[in-house]
């Protein structure tokens, strides 16, 4: 599935974000797949990024020509965002709904996210050798530290590691 069918309008100037307590901020509202993003696009200025799991329920109210969606958040937060236009409202408003209801758990953010492949450089298990190390910090220090070999194959202490 591709999160594109279900993103009616991807982006809308204008939008009104309201908060409790703090001043309204207008910008760009864009939604993606997994993120709602609201950005002044003026440099070290705030910006909102809000993950569609964290929306537990959206309202909708419109007027003549626009559009206003209340968006109750899991964490006890409450938005609005006054959208130009009642189409761009309905649109935005339904594409949140679908995005924040999705049942697919291999869809959610942290399952569906896949980070660029990046050469390995070396092998970090074999950066230093442990022996030649610890014989560097003993010389340094008193000699009541020591390597043991006894729990190599997790036999020793079994309950410990399951």
Not at 46 to 65: G, M, Q, S, V
Not at 134 to 154: E, G, P
Request: charged share 25%; glycine share 4%.
């Amino acid at each position: 599935m591709e999160f594109v069918e279900l993103i009616k309008t991807p982006k809308v100037d204008g939008v009104i974000l309201h908060r409790p307590f703090q001043s309204p901020l207008d910008g760009t509202l864009c939604i993606t797949g997994h993120h709602l993003i609201l950005s002044t696009r003026v440099e070290h200025h705030e910006e909102l990024w809000l993950l569609h799991r964290n929306i537990d329920c959206i309202e909708r109210r419109f007027d003549a020509n626009r559009g206003a969606i209340v968006i109750k958040c899991k964490n006890l937060q409450i938005l609005r965002l006054d959208i130009p236009g009642q189409e761009e409202a309905l649109n935005i408003a339904d594409s949140i709904e679908t995005l924040s209801t999705l049942e697919d758990i291999s869809l959610w953010y942290p399952f569906y996210f896949r980070p660029r492949q990046f050469d390995i450089l070396e092998d970090g298990w074999q950066a230093f050798n442990v022996e030649s190390e610890l014989t560097r910090l003993i010389s340094h220090a008193d000699h009541s530290w020591r390597i043991s070999h006894v729990n190599k194959d997790f036999t020793v202490s079994l309950l410990t590691y399951t």
